[in-house]
């Protein structure tokens, strides 16, 4: 180590993926140097694998298998500390991080806090509509849905036993599908258990858009719709969601009002950052709350980095920005690291994020999916519905077991390829 070398504070703001990928990268990378100080801070003690809380709403997913604790995590890790704590406002000015419950002052400042629920400013649907983001958000729903059967079991009226036993998905993105492949699987389930007739149930997925998942391509699209139908969820596109109340969802669609008798709606229509990073938008250059990146995803300020949800990067030849997917939350994160690692070593961060997307992979229930893999602008194929699934969650275990571990492989294993539904809880 070179004489004189004073201590370097990084800090970065969220334990996501992208969050606890980059601390992990940034120690081995700092490894050798001694005055390094790496700060993790996430308002949550546990990481949560978000692609799979779909599973945990219908008693398929376990928390072992979704939720893994971050102090733990970096037990072992002596250049990183992880504090739990939820940052309310970042000093740029000074560098200094402001927590509930500490203030960190940083020389390198890295934003990773990820996104929550966008209810598109609808009040009705905020109040009225169960998020669906994070583990207790599938708790919530799980535990809502077996109120509603044991609620309509003790019934005679017809149509309020139908209300109870409507089941709203908005959103029909990644994470709406997932969970409306789940609930077509789990309510048959919950019918024989309650002793209930299934054609008193609906399971509704809807989205302002023309097509599901319209980032995907047509095919893939039209694929995911036929699979859905098939498992019986009724499917409603250019539907706009006008309001929502504890007994009903309304939405407009070609010029119409539709309202749908309900007790339950589901809220997964899209997402925008975390309020911190919204907040520390008004200082940085910004689109749609979204942070911009140089190609060092560095922001307009050279010592704060941006990646992972929080980035709004368009890679050289696109017309877009990089998706909020785990790829992009994984290989923005290494590079991030690796420039603040050469500017704490006295060189210039110089590296250029070159995205390289792989491909998708989306559950529909336990035993179908979608999937297309290849190398973007080159290739790409699109897989059965069964390697889909198989694809899924090996690629799960593929982005889990490195950062968390191989104590923790096995559970993540089991998770994946073992985990049976559970209906009596």
């Known amino acids: 180590m070179r004489q004189g070398f004073q201590q370097k504070n990084i800090v970065i703001i969220g334990a996501g993926f992208s969050g606890i990928l980059c601390a992990q990268r940034l120690e081995k990378r700092t490894s050798r140097l001694k005055n390094i100080s790496i700060t993790l801070i996430d308002k949550n003690p546990y990481f949560t694998m978000r692609t799979e809380i779909h599973a945990a709403a219908t008693g398929r997913g376990k928390p072992e298998g979704i939720q893994y604790d971050l102090a733990e995590t970096f037990a072992d890790s002596p250049n990183v500390s992880f504090f739990c704590d939820e940052v309310t406002d970042i000093d740029f000015e000074n560098k200094v991080v402001k927590g509930n419950v500490n203030d960190y002052t940083y020389d390198y400042l890295v934003i990773a806090a990820g996104s929550q629920p966008n209810f598109f400013g609808i009040e009705s649907a905020k109040e009225n509509a169960l998020p669906f983001w994070t583990f207790d958000d599938a708790m919530a729903v799980k535990k809502q849905i077996n109120d509603c059967f044991k609620k309509a079991a003790e019934l005679s009226d017809e149509e309020e036993i139908k209300k109870l036993l409507t089941f709203c ?80 969802l309304v939405y407009e669609q070609l010029g119409k009002t539709v309202t749908v008798p309900s007790c339950t709606v589901v809220w997964s229509a899209g997402i925008t950052s975390e309020d911190i990073t919204i907040k520390a938008a008004q200082t940085l250059d910004s689109r749609n709350n979204r942070i911009v990146n140089l190609e060092t995803l560095q922001s307009s300020d050279p010592n704060v980095f941006v990646i992972g949800d929080n980035m709004y990067y368009v890679a050289k030849g696109k017309d877009y920005p990089v998706p909020q997917m785990v790829e992009n939350t994984e290989q923005s994160s290494v590079l991030a690291a690796d420039n603040i690692a050469d500017l704490i070593t006295g060189h210039k961060a110089k590296r250029a994020y070159k995205p390289a997307m792989h491909g998708c992979m989306i559950s529909l229930g336990a035993k179908k999916g979608i999937a297309y893999a290849g190398l973007e602008n080159l290739f790409m194929i699109q897989l059965p519905s069964i390697p889909a699934q198989l694809a899924k969650r090996a690629i799960n275990v593929y982005f889990l077991v490195p950062v968390f571990g191989l104590k923790n492989a096995l559970p993540i294993a089991k998770h994946e390829f073992l985990a049976k539904r559970d209906v009596e809880n």
């Not at 699987?185 to 299934?198: A, D, R, S």
């Not at 047509?218 to 007994?247: F, H, R, W, Y």
């Open 169 to 248: 998905v908005v959103g029909a993105g990644l994470t709406g599908v997932e969970l409306a492949g789940e609930l077509a699987e789990y309510i048959p389930m919950l019918c024989v258990k309650y002793k209930l007739p299934q054609g008193y149930t609906k399971v509704l997925c809807i989205d302002a858009a023309p097509r599901c998942i319209p980032n995907l391509t047509n095919k893939l699209s039209t694929t995911c719709s036929s699979i859905l139908t098939e498992m019986g969820v009724e499917l409603q596109m250019n539907a706009k969601v006008v309001d929502v109340t504890p007994e009903a």
